[in-house]
C-alpha cells in the first residue's frame, strides 16, 4: 500500500491569497479526514467524508474554508482569503470503515501553510 | 464529551532506558477505540497501535508494550530499551461513537533520548 499523499508540502502565501491542497488516500479507504495543527499542539479535527458525502465539519471550518471529495477518490481543502492564524499544517488521513464503526486512520505527511 | 489527558509534557532519558507514557480517556461509550501515534521532527503522525475497547489484551510488539485498562481509563505505552529514534511526541488518541470522524488526541508527550 501507498501511504496517504499530500501536495504540495509547503506553501508560503501571502495573506488575502487562497490555496488549496490536495490529498490522495490510501486506495480502497471510504473515509477520508481533515485535520490542523498548530506548534506545540495535538491534531484538531475539521471535517471527514464518507465516500463523496461530508458527513461532519468542526466549528473550526470557517466559511472561507471548504472542502471537496467529488468522486469518492482524492480529496481538496480550498482556504479563501488566507489570514496569518491558518498557518499551520494541514493533516490528510484516510481508512475505511471498520464492522463496528471505527478504524485505524492512517495520516499522510502534512501539508505546511505560511501565511505573510 | 470526550476527553485525553497526556499528563507529561516531556521525558528525558538516556538511551537503552525504558520509557513509560500516561494516557488517561473520558468517555460516556462503551464502543471506542485508543491510538498512540508518534510524530518525529519531520511532522508525520506514524500509526503505533490501536486497542478497542471490546479486547483489553495487551500486547508486545518488539520494544514496544500496551498496558489497556478499562477500570481506570488508562491506556500506557512503554518503549523498552530506549533509542535514538524514538525521539518524538507521542500522541493518544480516543475514537468513539459520537463521531467516526473525530479523534480527539492528547497534547502530547515529547520524549528526547540521549546516547
Not at chain 1, 502565501?13 to 490555496?19: C, E, H, L, P
Not at chain 1, 464518507?50 to 482556504?79: M, Y
Not at chain 1, 492512517?106 to 505560511?114: A, D, I, V
Request: some cysteine.
Amino acid at each position: 500500500d501507498t501511504g496517504v499523499s499530500q501536495n504540495p508540502r509547503h506553501k508560503i502565501t501571502k495573506r488575502g491569497q487562497n490555496v488549496t491542497f490536495r490529498c490522495d488516500p490510501i486506495s480502497e479507504h471510504n473515509r477520508l479526514y481533515w485535520y490542523r495543527q498548530t506548534l506545540g499542539q495535538g491534531p484538531e479535527f475539521l471535517t471527514y467524508f464518507q465516500n463523496e458525502a461530508q458527513l461532519e465539519k468542526s466549528r473550526l471550518l470557517s466559511d472561507r474554508f471548504s472542502a471537496e471529495r467529488p468522486k469518492g477518490s482524492f480529496s481538496t481543502l480550498e482556504i479563501q482569503r488566507t489570514e496569518q492564524g491558518d498557518s499551520a499544517m494541514y493533516l490528510c488521513a484516510s481508512s475505511t470503515q471498520g464492522s463496528r464503526g471505527g478504524n485505524t486512520i492512517y495520516f499522510g505527511e502534512g501539508s505546511w501553510l505560511t501565511v505573510v | 464529551a470526550q476527553k485525553v489527558t497526556q499528563a507529561q509534557t516531556e521525558i528525558s532519558v538516556v538511551e537503552k532506558e525504558d520509557v513509560t507514557l500516561d494516557c488517561v480517556y473520558e468517555t460516556r461509550d462503551t464502543t471506542y477505540y485508543l491510538f498512540w501515534y508518534k510524530q518525529p521532527p519531520s511532522g508525520e503522525l506514524v500509526f503505533l497501535i490501536r486497542r478497542n475497547s471490546f479486547d483489553e489484551q495487551n500486547e508486545i510488539s518488539g520494544r514496544y508494550s500496551w498496558n489497556f485498562q478499562k477500570s481506570t481509563s488508562s491506556f500506557n505505552f512503554t518503549i523498552t530499551a530506549s533509542q535514538v529514534v524514538d525521539s518524538a511526541v507521542y500522541f493518544c488518541a480516543l475514537l468513539t461513537t459520537d463521531s467516526w470522524g473525530k479523534l480527539q488526541f492528547g497534547a502530547g508527550t515529547q520524549v528526547v533520548v540521549t546516547p
